[in-house]
Protein backbone atom coordinates (compact mmCIF):
# COMPACT_ATOMS: atom_id res chain seq x y z
CA UNK A 1 0.00 0.00 0.00
CA UNK A 2 2.92 2.51 0.94
CA UNK A 3 4.16 1.81 -2.50
CA UNK A 4 0.79 2.70 -4.35
CA UNK A 5 0.66 5.62 -2.30
CA UNK A 6 4.08 7.34 -3.18
CA UNK A 7 2.98 6.37 -7.06
CA UNK A 8 -0.89 6.97 -7.21
CA UNK A 9 -1.02 7.16 -11.47
CA UNK A 10 0.76 3.65 -11.74
CA UNK A 11 -2.20 2.19 -10.16
CA UNK A 12 -5.38 0.96 -11.67
CA UNK A 13 -8.27 1.68 -10.13
CA UNK A 14 -8.95 -1.94 -9.57
CA UNK A 15 -5.69 -2.62 -8.07
CA UNK A 16 -6.31 0.13 -5.65
CA UNK A 17 -9.96 -0.83 -4.71
CA UNK A 18 -8.06 -4.62 -3.84
CA UNK A 19 -5.07 -2.92 -2.07
CA UNK A 20 -7.75 -0.85 0.15
CA UNK A 21 -9.92 -4.17 0.60
CA UNK A 22 -6.53 -6.05 1.83
CA UNK A 23 -5.83 -3.60 4.10
CA UNK A 24 -9.41 -3.45 5.81
CA UNK A 25 -8.74 -7.27 6.15
CA UNK A 26 -5.82 -7.03 7.61
CA UNK A 27 -7.05 -4.66 10.27
CA UNK A 28 -9.98 -6.74 11.14
CA UNK A 29 -7.10 -9.60 11.54
CA UNK A 30 -5.22 -7.35 14.08
CA UNK A 31 -6.26 -7.90 17.91
CA UNK A 32 -6.95 -4.09 18.43
CA UNK A 33 -9.44 -2.71 20.97
CA UNK A 34 -12.86 -1.91 19.43
CA UNK A 35 -11.76 1.79 19.96
CA UNK A 36 -8.77 1.10 17.57
CA UNK A 37 -10.62 -1.22 14.95
CA UNK A 38 -13.48 1.33 14.61
CA UNK A 39 -10.79 4.19 14.27
CA UNK A 40 -9.00 2.16 11.60
CA UNK A 41 -12.26 1.25 9.54
CA UNK A 42 -13.68 4.72 9.38
CA UNK A 43 -10.26 6.44 7.95
CA UNK A 44 -9.70 3.14 5.73
CA UNK A 45 -12.65 3.87 4.25
CA UNK A 46 -12.22 7.53 4.11
CA UNK A 47 -9.19 7.23 2.51
CA UNK A 48 -10.61 4.98 0.24
CA UNK A 49 -13.18 7.62 -0.42
CA UNK A 50 -10.71 10.50 -0.70
CA UNK A 51 -8.40 8.20 -3.12
CA UNK A 52 -11.47 7.86 -5.42
CA UNK A 53 -12.14 11.34 -5.81
CA UNK A 54 -8.20 12.21 -6.53
CA UNK A 55 -7.21 13.30 -3.22
CA UNK A 56 -4.38 12.04 -2.93
CA UNK A 57 -2.80 13.86 -0.30
CA UNK A 58 -5.41 13.64 2.50
CA UNK A 59 -5.69 9.66 1.85
CA UNK A 60 -2.18 8.90 2.30
CA UNK A 61 -2.45 11.43 6.07
CA UNK A 62 -5.29 9.40 6.80
CA UNK A 63 -3.66 5.74 5.91
CA UNK A 64 -0.65 7.13 8.20
CA UNK A 65 -2.86 8.10 11.10
CA UNK A 66 -4.15 4.44 11.06
CA UNK A 67 -0.78 3.31 10.68
CA UNK A 68 0.42 5.11 14.01
CA UNK A 69 -3.22 4.35 15.61
CA UNK A 70 -2.47 0.68 15.64
CA UNK A 71 1.03 0.32 15.75
CA UNK A 72 2.57 -0.94 18.97
Sequence with gaps: MGAMLCQPAVWSGQGVATAFDHLSELVAALPLT?????????????????????????????????RKKVAR
Design 34 to 66: TEEYCFAANWITAARDCWSSGDFVVARYQLEAV
